[in-house]
């Protein structure tokens, strides 16, 4: 079957073929799902073009009409929920629950940035009180101008309304790059943004590689912030780039999580937990509590049910019956994780399960969920993002050891503690450097609380009214009475 040409770039209302050919796998079946032509450093200036263009009148709209767009969106998304789901299946080989998750997300996001859009308008020009009154002063919150928004491949769609909902909700004007591994959501979602009402040119997508689209976006003199999510070393280039214009950046880059299983803790609890926090997505997130920390007295129980978890875990193409995890997303990313776990043996690491290829999976990126023990605590295991699914359990002997664990670590973007006693468990959260904390509770992510972390994990925060903020200007307006 042929694959089908996609146009990749959409410009001011307008669909662009031609350009650089990006080969989209199915990574289920490592066959060609469709192929999409994307864009270069031109593409990007017209975008850019056709976003300033259309931030005068968008920049002026009332937060109510950008929220009934907005709404629109969600509702547009909403109606080819199936589509999408199916989308984010064959591009990243998510299983069909895990795609309905994201899916949802993005639905939610969008309903979410509208009312804080809706809100908005009440609050501007807020009297700021002073310690005079021979002035007055207002507060405005103003839309930071044309914003290129740059999202990685293990939740495309996801990562991109978190930006895009709060971009549009600020009155930004957008150019968008989908990772050039999975843009079919994106450009589905560019399909539904195009039937909103949304006015030409203050939404553009440009899809193509780092190279050809990412670096030209991060350095451009028309694009007032970038706001990225991706590894660290892409991170920081772009950040080099930026500096060249002084431009706003957002970043939301790696993690290396840790939970923590406290000695009252419930040990099925601890394990359902560590479980999905390990391998949800086939470990690649950059959420994944990879680091589970484990009080010793329940070490070896724990130990026996989690590689009796991880063993149990239905490994298979999102369309077969019972799917639980897909495979990694392309090739190069299932080298890495398998060269990584290779390294980590050598380091006299024990590995006590999973770690290659299912017997009744002959192609495909799959990979069974692996169970690492034993981990020296200088090894890259230990230390360094793996981005698929492996999880390292060591034991401790006090709260302050785990903590200092926990804490050790370039990353400091999530974490999650699991125990019965409350003040112990809030006690421990609030002790724990991370921009997020789950205590008993699986990963839930609401657009209420914020996204980000510590350390080498964040630059800024995405959801909540922060996300909104960071395309937002801060103006006063202050008078001689
Ligand atoms: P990546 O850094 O390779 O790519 C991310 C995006 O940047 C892609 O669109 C890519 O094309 C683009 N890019 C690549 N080179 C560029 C350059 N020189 N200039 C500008 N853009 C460039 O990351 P990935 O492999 O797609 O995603 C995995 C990484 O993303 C992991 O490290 C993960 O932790 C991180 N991540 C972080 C979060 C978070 O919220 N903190 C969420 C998801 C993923």
Redesign the pocket.
């Known amino acids: 079957m042929l694959s089908p040409v996609l146009a990749g770039v959409y410009i001011d209302g307008h669909w662009r073929a031609g350009g650089e050919q990006l080969t989209v796998i199915n990574p289920s079946t490592e066959e060609r799902l469709a192929i999409v032509t994307g864009g270069d450093a031109r593409a990007v200036d017209d975008a850019v073009q056709a976003a300033r263009e259309a931030f005068g009148a968008w920049s002026k709209t009332t937060g109510a009409a950008r929220a009934m767009i907005l709404r629109k969106i969600a509702h547009g998304v909403a109606a080819r929920r199936e589509r999408l789901i199916e989308l984010q299946s064959s591009n990243n080989g998510k299983p069909g629950f895990e795609a309905a998750i994201d899916v949802d997300d993005v639905i939610g996001t969008f309903n979410y940035y509208a009312e804080l859009a809706e809100a908005s308008d009440g609050q501007q020009n807020r009297a700021v009180e002073l310690p005079s009154d021979e002035f007055t002063a207002r507060l405005r919150r103003e839309p930071c101008g044309v914003v290129g928004l ?6 495309p769609m996801v ?1 991109t309304a978190w930006k895009l909902a709060p971009a549009l909700a600020a009155g930004c004007c957008v150019v968008l ?5 999975t843009p079919l959501a994106e450009l589905e979602l560019a399909q539904i943004i195009a039937a909103s009402g949304l006015p030409t040119g203050v939404f553009n997508v440009v899809c193509g ?3 050809a689209v ?2 030209p ?2 350095g451009h003199p028309g694009i007032a912030k970038v706001s ?8 920081v ?2 950040m080099q ?1 930026a500096a060249e214009t002084v431009k706003g950046v957002s970043l ?4 290396k999580s840790s939970l923590l299983v406290l000695a009252d803790a419930d040990l099925d609890l601890a394990v359902e937990l560590a479980s999905g926090g390990g391998f949800f997505n086939a470990g690649q ?3 994944a509590t990879s680091r589970v920390l484990v009080a010793n007295e329940l070490l070896e129980p724990f130990l026996e049910r989690i590689v009796a978890k991880a063993r149990s875990i239905k490994v298979a193409a999102p369309q077969d019956e019972g799917a639980e995890m897909g495979p990694l997303v392309n090739k190069a990313q299932y080298q890495r994780v398998i060269a990584h776990i290779e390294a980590g043996k050598d380091t006299g690491a024990r590995l006590l399960c999973g770690g290659k290829r299912p017997a009744d999976q002959p192609r495909g990126y799959f990979l069974q969920p692996a169970v690492f023990s034993h981990v020296p605590l200088d090894s890259a295991l230990w230390r360094e ?1 793996i ?1 698929g699914p492996v999880v390292c359990v060591r034991g401790f002997s006090s709260e302050a050891e785990a903590i200092a664990l926990a804490n050790d670590s370039q990353f400091g ?1 999530v974490a999650s503690v699991v125990g019965r006693d409350a003040a112990t468990t809030e006690r421990v959260a609030n002790a724990l450097q991370a921009g997020l904390v789950w205590i008993n509770a699986p990963q839930v992510i609401f657009p209420q609380t914020a ?3 510590y350390k080498q ?2 630059l800024g925060r ?1 959801l909540g009214p922060w996300g909104m903020q960071a395309f937002q200007e801060i103006k006063h307006v202050v008078r001689a009475v």
């Open positions: 740059i999202v990685p491949w293990n939740f990562t790059k989908p990772s050039e591994v590689t780092g190279l990412g670096a976006m991060s990225f999510t991706g590894s660290n070393a892409v991170g280039q772009v780039r939301e880059l790696g993690g997130m950059c959420s993002e981005f973007l996204w980000g972390g994990s964040s995405e």
